[in-house]
């Protein structure tokens, strides 16, 4: 039995974590930048407590990550979201004092950004859409509609559809246009994955589809199933072979079904919603994480077979009631008639209650104020855990990455940091 430290614990798949270690016999700790989140309540964990946000106050939460370590003796930390690139940033100060399996950050950094992955996975001969930066966009060599992506942020925050002019300029007058890319809009399906790397070889993984999404035009998986599809296993191959990538791995794909090809549109480098998928279909990631540290030579690759499910209950409901107040009533009876697979709910623990009410509220506090943030699609359920690098030094040997994968991409004249 081993004592593990769970991060970013109001995660869906930062509480599914913390049930599967504690399911395995370990003593799992939690911690949060709120205080109010579904995993530091669950009956499963010993002890939580709340670190300040992650890239504001950098220091600081690494400094209270160390001071908690020391005091409850945890021998592993397992971050669920962003801030895992904030612990590979300092990552020697964990040195000897903590096992982690998180991948050098200037790694993580050229996959966090949509323009360099995009770069780097067009090197390697993978399918990816038309792009090319805002700050080099041409209107007359671009046909409507076409897509305005932040270069640096996640799930789908930020990206907007522009199908005329006058969307355009609008847009335009809001961003900072140094942070964003032009990419082509492509009709499609989207395929997820999640899976883990171990020195350049995918370990295990699950691609899965979402069939249902709340909001219902497009957000947060409801009802994911798992899929075979060999073309995107070898994407992710060819990724994390270049890299020698060790850590969790997300890549999104979306496929045109009038050409066949499966095109890479964002990577994830941490943990993400696919985790209990795999669990659903026998790969349970959060142990292999920790025998990846402690016994690589052990583990065996194991990749999710197809037809296996995961949901959220409570955002399927969401989805029933968005469906019938938009009067899509056809939606609804194809929802009834669908072919119903047997599989379980990702926060809805009958033994384990209060986090699902926890993550309920939650959730519905962000959908209610979400609008009011920014273009009224900022996420704010994951407030105080997101990366910034404005707070982070860029380092030389991510400029050189960089150079290497879009040589006309770095900034000469931009001040970087040897070490840090």
């Known amino acids: 039995m081993a004592k593990i430290l769970v991060t970013t614990a109001r995660n869906m798949y930062g509480l599914n974590t913390i049930r599967i270690l504690s399911a395995e016999g370990h003593e799992v700790f939690a911690a949060d930048s709120i205080k109010l989140n579904g995993g530091a309540f669950s009956k499963y964990v010993?002890?939580?407590?709340?670190?300040?946000?992650?890239?504001?106050?950098?220091?600081?939460?690494?400094?209270l990550i160390l001071d908690f370590v020391e005091q409850e003796n945890i021998e592993y930390i397992i971050p669920s979201f962003e801030e895992a690139y904030v612990l590979s940033y300092y990552k020697?100060?964990?040195?000897?004092?903590?096992?982690?399996?998180?991948?050098?950050?200037?790694?993580?950094?050229?996959?966090?950004?949509?323009?360099?992955?995009?770069?780097?996975?067009?090197?390697?001969?993978?399918?990816?859409?038309?792009?090319?930066?805002?700050?080099?966009?041409?209107?007359?060599?671009?046909?409507?509609?076409?897509?305005?992506?932040?270069?640096?942020?996640?799930?789908?925050?930020?990206?907007?559809?522009?199908?005329?002019?006058?969307?355009?300029?609008?847009?335009?007058?809001?961003?900072n246009i140094k942070n964003y890319m032009v990419q082509q809009y492509i009709d499609h399906k989207q395929y997820c994955t999640t899976g883990i790397a171990y020195n350049g070889k995918l370990i295990g993984n699950v691609i899965y589809k979402n069939l249902r999404e709340f909001p219902e035009s497009g957000g947060f998986g409801t009802y994911r199933v798992s899929c075979d599809i060999p073309e995107i296993i070898e994407n992710v191959n060819k990724l994390v072979s270049e890299l020698e990538y060790t850590g969790f791995i997300c890549v999104d794909h979306?496929?045109?079904?009038?050409?066949?090809?499966?095109?890479?549109?964002?990577?994830?480098?941490?943990?993400?919603?696919?985790?209990?998928?795999?669990?659903?279909?026998?790969?349970?990631?959060?142990?292999?994480?920790?025998d990846l540290i402690d016994k690589p030579q052990t583990i065996k690759e194991q990749f999710a077979p197809a037809g296996h499910v995961s949901y959220t209950g409570f955002l399927e409901l969401g989805w029933i009631l968005s469906v019938l107040f938009k009067?899509?009533?056809?939606?609804?009876?194809?929802?009834?008639?669908?072919?119903?697979v047997h599989g379980a709910d990702d926060v809805w623990d009958?033994?384990?209650?209060?986090?699902?009410?926890?993550?309920?509220?939650?959730?519905?506090?962000?959908?209610?104020?979400?609008?009011?943030?920014?273009?009224g699609d900022e996420e704010i359920f994951l407030k105080k855990t997101f990366y910034e690098?404005?707070?982070?030094?860029?380092?030389?040997?991510?400029?050189?990455?960089?150079?290497?994968?879009?040589?006309?991409?770095?900034?000469?004249?931009?001040?970087?940091l040897s070490k840090h």
Not at 327 to 340: A, C, E, P, T
Request: with cysteine; glycine share 4%; hydrophobic share 35%.
């Open 46 to 63: 010993k002890k939580s407590f709340v670190y300040p946000e992650v890239s504001k106050n950098a220091p600081s939460f690494v400094e």
């Open 92 to 175: 020697e100060k964990f040195k000897n004092k903590v096992k982690m399996l998180v991948e050098d950050y200037e790694k993580l950094m050229i996959l966090h950004d949509k323009y360099t992955m995009t770069q780097l996975s067009k090197q390697l001969g993978i399918d990816v859409p038309r792009t090319i930066l805002l700050k080099d966009f041409r209107r007359s060599e671009w046909n409507f509609p076409f897509v305005l992506k932040p270069r640096k942020n996640r799930a789908a925050m930020g990206i907007k559809k522009i199908d005329n002019e006058d969307k355009l300029k609008k847009i335009l007058k809001k961003i």
């Open 254 to 290: 979306l496929h045109d079904s009038k050409t066949g090809r499966y095109y890479i549109t964002d990577v994830n480098p941490r943990m993400s919603p696919g985790l209990y998928t795999a669990y659903m279909a026998g790969v349970n990631l959060p142990k292999m994480y920790i």
């Open 327 to 340: 009067g899509k009533f056809r939606s609804i009876k194809d929802y009834f008639k669908q072919k119903k």
């Open 350 to 375: 009958k033994k384990d209650v209060v986090p699902a009410f926890i993550t309920l509220f939650t959730m519905l506090y962000s959908a209610i104020f979400g609008p009011f943030y920014k273009w």
């Open 389 to 416: 690098d404005k707070y982070f030094q860029k380092t030389s040997k991510l400029v050189e990455l960089e150079r290497k994968y879009c040589e006309d991409h770095s900034d000469k004249k931009e001040k970087v």
